[in-house]
């Protein structure tokens, strides 16, 4: 059973820096893509940042473009978010998530991908 868990929020003032992780067992990720989304009080949960295998690729939404880094370790099993210039309307629940299946969908679609971390809650206050 695949299992992700997140960690590294918190709250913070705009303009610092976080760095979110996301630990992965019982699957290998080497072969899979990797993504994190994130989710706003009354908002739709929307793709932030997509990884693909081997990390030479990724995939930003506009509103984090030039400001969030999506890494991977493949031997540690792990993807990373590094965070930078962070304003409030970076608040919300982040979640990193991954699909059963290996191969890579190149999309942010969330419904692409089946297993899910508990997500993590990040507050930037102004």
């Known amino acids: 059973q695949v299992q992700l868990v997140e960690s590294g929020g918190g709250s913070v003032q705009a303009g610092d820096s976080l760095r979110l992780s996301c630990a992965v067992s019982?699957?290998?990720?080497?072969?899979?893509?990797m993504v994190w989304f994130r989710q706003a009080p009354r908002k739709e949960r929307e793709g932030v940042a997509l990884?693909?295998?081997?990390?030479?690729?990724?995939l930003y939404a506009d509103s984090v473009k030039g400001r969030f880094t999506v890494s991977r370790d493949d031997a540690k099993n792990t993807v990373s978010l590094q965070m930078n210039s962070l304003s409030p309307e970076d608040s919300a629940t982040y979640y990193c998530?991954?699909?059963?299946?290996?191969?890579?969908?190149?999309?942010?679609?969330?419904?692409?991908?089946?297993?899910w971390g508990q997500g993590i809650v990040v507050n930037v206050s102004s």
């Open positions: 998530a991954t699909s059963t299946s290996n191969g890579c969908v190149w999309t942010m679609r969330s419904n692409q991908f089946d297993v």
């Open positions: 019982g699957s290998p990720i080497t072969s899979k893509c």
């Open positions: 990884i693909g295998i081997g990390g030479i690729h990724s």
